[in-house]
Every structure is written in structure tokens, then in C-alpha cells.
């Protein structure tokens, strides 16, 4: 198969190789910026349940500063453990 290139055994002269017309195929694109619409929404729903439970756990805590710690415990409350934080 070495040093034959695309011809495949070396049987015969060879065909020809196949063309294949290449167009931008617009519904594609189409329906792959309607996906990105829809996971942009899923992302900014998901991001705000974490943020406000790990903003909850922070001012239970009375600081001003959102730590790891409380997105790690946001992230446990909803299902979603994360591990390699700490705790």
C-alpha cells in the first residue's frame, strides 16, 4: 500500500477520482446559530442558579467576597458535585 498514493492496491491505470462540489450549505449554518442561541440561554440559566445559591451561601457567611468554597456548595445543592476544591 506504501508509496501508491490514493489508488488504493495498483491494480489498472485507475479511475477517476471522485469530485465533489463544494457549496456553502446555508440551512446548516442556519440551524447551527440556532443551537448556539438555545445553549447560550441554557448556560445563562444554569450560571445564574449557581451564582445566586453560591451569592446566598456567602452572605449566610456575612463577607463580601464570594469563595470557592461557595460555589463548590452551590454546585453539591443542585446535583452537580465537584470535586479537587477542597472540602
Given amino acids: ?3 501508491r498514493g490514493k489508488g488504493g492496491k495498483g491494480l ?4 477517476a477520482k471522485r469530485h465533489r462540489k463544494v457549496l456553502p450549505c446555508a440551512a446548516v449554518k442556519r440551524i447551527s446559530g440556532l443551537i448556539y ?10 450560571l445564574e442558579n449557581v451564582i445566586r445559591d453560591a451569592v ?13 468554597m ?5 454546585l453539591k445543592r443542585q446535583g452537580r458535585t465537584l470535586y479537587g476544591f477542597g472540602g
Fill in 1 to 3: 500500500m506504501s508509496g
Fill in 12 to 15: 489498472g491505470k485507475g479511475g
Fill in 37 to 46: 442561541e438555545e445553549t447560550r440561554g441554557v448556560w445563562k440559566v444554569f
Fill in 56 to 68: 446566598t451561601y456567602t452572605e449566610h457567611a456575612k463577607r463580601k467576597t464570594v469563595t470557592a
Fill in 70 to 74: 461557595d460555589v463548590v456548595y452551590a
